[in-house]
């Protein structure tokens, strides 16, 4: 009679050790947002969890204090019982009496651990963490009284642990923070878009918007080489011409240099003058303010400058007062919607993959965006934001045609200049990464999955293309950006030649990083914005600038300012 009430308590004891580690585990993985909606609802056991939720570090204080008791009782009493019950049949079998009480011992022993592990831990451990939910609030009732039961108890050990904690500096919680970082919202989106509880595409925006504060004006601008602009004493009908010419709707106006930038003018403007007046009446005439805004302004605030202001561009400036490029609108959206390409624009290539592996990419993309594309490790580098910038930093001067430098395994070759910008670079990957290199960065067994031996801080994410003529990879260059049909770009395609993502609209499904990128978009019509390029080869960020001046007064490619430039491949 005994042994059986020992056995039945045993029992009780298991199921209530599994009601500890089920509570315990439930209110530690639950979803707070859940249980809140769950509880306006009315749910009687969403408000008992949400309860318990408010007072976590108490309730697992219980749960602990309950796994520990039940366990040891479980041990106390059904582990002798379960000997006594194990000895009879060893007697049955001829085991001597003495040798019957030590291996019945030991195998009540492993019985009881067993058991105790698969029914009392493990069975209501996996339940929780599959339906946490439900399983919280199932528990719940039988949770919070057994800590209001013990609540004396678990204050002693509560504020015992909590000397030894502050002794090493750590400051006790009461419960979980319910609100999450960006960086940790970041993480679980790309994981539920993993596995497939997202769908990839949300999952990107979502990303994308994440990223978006922690850029600035300078990682989206359109860098002042590449900005189309018209002077202030010039004709109403240059508005005109180079409306036609360029497809771009919107330019900054110059005063005396591009470091003045004295208003903006729209073809509106220009054409609401009459025909026979055009030629005589000055642009200054007709222009509208614009507004300047700090390179390092984050994009949140710029977005909400230019929409109280109801304007579609604004002019970036330098620490030094000195015109560093231009931004729209639509560069702020294509941050986070991918590139905004209409039914107008042309799709043009942005790499080219020959037959060798090697790739030809412009100079002006940046060393994130190759590697976005081809899946070679690019390093990058506070002194350089291009690919012709890399070159430059790595040669100590002006790059010129056919110069070639190695790093990291990698050859980078200037095949083309215009000026002193780097055009085109060929970029040949490590021989033992090569065929690999030609399969194409979406093959898992390609370049992506190549083992390069860069270290983690000398790595980028990239991009390629042949886009021709500086325009977007819909061929539509952009307001107050260089590069529409000065010069026919020569895109160089050879028999075997690959043209690779001629259009890709929403980035990968890691985008890019938060901070050391800097995105180059350019102004468009109506506002659109040119998919990013880059600025000219070799700029730095506190050094030279082509069609800039340095702090020490040095100047590089001043003219290709206030020329109508050429861009050649974007």
């Avoid at 060798?356 to 976005?372: C, Y």
């Avoid at 490790?377 to 506070?382: A, C, G, I, L, R």
């Avoid at 000026?419 to 067994?445: E, I, K, N, T």
């Amino acid at each position: 009679m005994t042994q059986a009430l020992l056995l039945l308590l045993g029992v009780l004891l298991l199921a209530g050790c599994g009601l500890f580690v089920a509570a315990e585990f439930a209110l530690v993985t639950v979803d707070r947002a859940s249980v809140e909606r769950a509880a306006e609802a009315g749910g009687r056991g969403a408000r008992g969890t949400l309860k318990a939720l408010r007072t976590l570090s108490t309730q697992l204080s219980g749960a602990q204090l309950g796994i520990t008791l039940t366990n040891l009782g479980i041990g106390y009493l059904a582990q002798p019982a379960l000997a006594e019950l194990i000895d009879t049949p060893l007697g049955w079998l001829g085991v001597s009496e003495g040798l019957a009480d030590e291996f019945a011992v030991v195998l009540a022993l492993i019985l009881a651990t067993a058991l105790t592990m698969v029914f009392g831990e493990l069975v209501p451990k996996n339940v929780a963490l599959a339906r946490p939910l439900a399983t919280a609030e199932g528990t719940q009732r039988f949770q919070r009284g057994f800590t209001q039961a013990t609540l004396p108890m678990i204050k002693f050990l509560n504020g015992a642990a909590n000397v030894l904690l502050h002794r090493f500096g750590i400051s006790p919680r009461e419960e979980l923070a319910s609100a999450r970082t960006a960086q940790e919202l970041f993480s679980l989106v790309g994981r539920s878009a993993e596995h497939g509880a997202l769908a990839r595409e949300t999952a990107t925006l979502v990303q994308r918007s994440l990223l978006f504060g922690d850029r600035t004006a300078q990682d989206v601008m359109t860098p002042r080489v590449r900005m189309r602009s018209i002077s202030a004493d010039e004709p109403i009908s240059a508005v005109v011409e180079l409306t036609r010419r360029t497809g771009h709707s919107r330019f900054p106006v110059l005063g005396e240099d591009s470091d003045d930038v004295v208003g903006l003018v729209h073809i509106k403007h220009a054409v609401a003058v009459p025909e026979d007046a055009r030629a005589e009446t000055p642009v200054r005439t007709v222009m509208a303010p614009t507004v300047t805004v700090p390179s390092s302004l984050p994009l949140e605030p710029l977005l909400e400058t230019l929409r109280a202001g109801g304007l579609q561009m604004a002019i970036v400036v330098d620490e030094f007062g000195g015109t560093d490029g231009l931004v729209t609108v639509e560069d702020l959206i294509e941050e986070i919607v991918g590139d905004v390409v209409d039914e107008h624009d042309r799709v043009s290539p942005r790499a080219v993959r020959h037959r060798d592996g090697s790739w030809a990419l412009s100079g002006l993309l940046r060393p994130e965006e190759a590697e976005e594309l081809t899946g070679v490790h690019v390093p990058t580098d506070d002194a350089y934001q291009t690919l012709g910038g890399l070159m430059a930093a790595a040669l100590g001067r002006i790059p010129a045609a056919g110069d070639t430098v190695e790093i990291a395994g990698v050859r980078y070759t200037v095949e083309r200049m215009d000026g002193r910008r780097v055009d085109r670079v060929r970029v040949d990957p490590p021989a033992a990464g090569r065929s690999r290199a030609a399969a194409g960065p979406d093959d898992p067994d390609g370049a992506h999955g190549q083992d390069d031996p860069v270290a983690d801080d000398d790595r980028s994410p990239v991009a390629t293309h042949p886009s021709g003529n500086g325009r977007r990879p819909g061929g539509q260059p952009r307001a107050g950006a260089e590069g529409s049909g000065d010069r026919q770009a020569d895109d160089g395609l050879a028999e075997g030649d690959t043209v690779v993502d001629a259009r890709r609209p929403l980035p990968p499904a890691h985008p890019p990083r938060a901070h050391g990128r800097t995105g180059q978009h350019a102004a468009g019509d109506h506002g659109r914005s040119l998919f990013r390029a880059g600025e000219a080869g070799g700029q730095a960020k506190g050094g030279f600038r082509p069609g800039g001046r340095d702090p020490r007064g040095l100047s590089f490619g001043g003219p290709a300012v206030d020329r109508l430039g050429r861009e050649g491949w974007r």
